[in-house]
């Protein structure tokens, strides 16, 4: 699979998936996150009525389903969309089902950098961009160092040369 994917002024950074075993482990976790609260809420509102309480565990429970909802599409289908335009560049993370974290950043110069990240033997980085030497984006997606020199390389070259409208 191929974690870079440099297109015209569109630049995708896909996370890899996880371990099969891990994954549908993650999904066992939301699904029961979701199921196990609704039943006891049920069970609690059949017996003795709709409470203060049972109200705020079903919103504590919610707020839990729906980050390990997040964390379980991430590790399936997580994808960083980068749009590069003139003097602009919008940052979105891809659930595959919704998106978030989207962020626009405004620039005069722009730089574009690797940060080493995890064990060194495993030989991987994230992408690091800076704007105007004041603010950062780093991305999250952990890929291998090679790989991130030549797309490096690229965007540079895309940048500095060509100026994206």
Do not use: C
């Not at 996370?15 to 039943?39: Q, V």
């Not at 069970?43 to 709709?50: P, R, T």
């Not at 991430?74 to 003139?86: D, L, R, V």
């Not at 780093?138 to 490096?152: A, D, G, H, N, W």
């Amino acid at each position: 699979m191929n974690q870079i994917d440099l297109k015209q002024n569109q630049l995708v950074l896909k996370e890899k998936r996880g371990p099969l075993i891990a994954r549908l482990f993650i999904y066992l976790l939301t699904i029961f996150s979701i199921i196990l609260p609704l039943g006891g809420v049920t069970v609690n509102v059949s017996n003795s009525g709709l409470t203060i309480v049972s109200v705020i565990m079903l919103g504590l429970f919610g707020l839990i389903a729906y980050y390990m909802l997040r964390v379980s599409l991430w590790n399936t289908y997580g994808a960083e969309i980068i749009e590069f335009q003139k003097n602009k560049i919008n940052y979105t993370a891809d659930y595959q089902w919704f998106k978030g974290g989207q962020k626009e950043f405004d620039f005069e110069k722009i730089d574009f950098t690797i940060q080493k990240s995890g064990y060194e033997e495993d030989n991987k980085g994230v992408l690091v961009i800076k704007f105007d030497e004041k603010e950062i984006l780093e991305t999250v997606s952990k890929l291998p160092l090679s790989e991130l020199e030549i797309l490096r390389i690229n965007l540079k070259e895309l940048y500095n040369d060509q100026t994206p409208e």
